[in-house]
């Protein structure tokens, strides 16, 4: 999972991805864009032909706020960081 704040500069990202030859990776890939919108959309991004989905924000907060963490989603969070691959900047 990646979480980039703001997507916003799509040249920029795509420069970077690119350097990291994630074109493959990204293509199979979904983006969530949770922000002020009617209604869900989906659509493709240009050339990385990424799936970016936006999501009305209160739809969003709505459905994270119903979840109900269970032993095995406590036991996820906690294993996760501890499994990350961390690659220096």
């Not at 922000?35 to 709505?62: F, H, K, W």
Request: aromatic share 6%; charged share 25%; hydrophobic share 40%.
């Amino acid at each position: 999972m990646h979480f980039i704040h703001s997507i916003e500069n799509w040249e920029e990202i795509e420069r970077a991805l690119r350097a990291v030859h994630a074109k493959k990776m990204l293509a199979q890939s979904r983006v969530l864009r949770i922000g002020d919108y009617p209604e869900m959309s989906r659509s493709t991004y240009g050339t990385l032909g990424t799936e970016v989905v936006c999501i009305p924000a209160g739809q969003y907060n709505d459905l994270f706020d119903s979840i109900t963490p269970d032993d095995a989603m406590k036991a996820a969070a906690i294993t996760l960081p501890r499994t990350a691959h961390v690659r220096p900047g």
